[in-house]
């Protein structure tokens, strides 16, 4: 697993990981495909319970990527 093509964010006390930064992910669908399969290998690894997404524009678009990937939409807001 090539660590510079991870989502670099700290787990939080309760094993949760939460990316809200977007410029921490890549900008095209088969580089954040990439991406997130490797990251999700290592969160789990370390125990991971919970992975959240917080999706802004202009990368909106990823959504489609991280549902293929089996996670769910929970919200969206205006």
Sequence with gaps: MEQSNLIKVD???YKG???KDMSLIADTEE???SQLVASLAMWKSQGARSIQISFK???CHLMNV???LG???HHAHR
Excluded: S
Aim: aromatic share 22%; glycine share 0%.
């Design 31 to 33: 580089a954040f495909e």
């Design 11 to 13: 787990m939080d006390n």
């Design 57 to 59: 524009p202009p990368k």
């Design 17 to 19: 990981v939460v990316i």
């Design 71 to 73: 996670f769910y939409f």
């Design 66 to 68: 991280a549902a293929k």
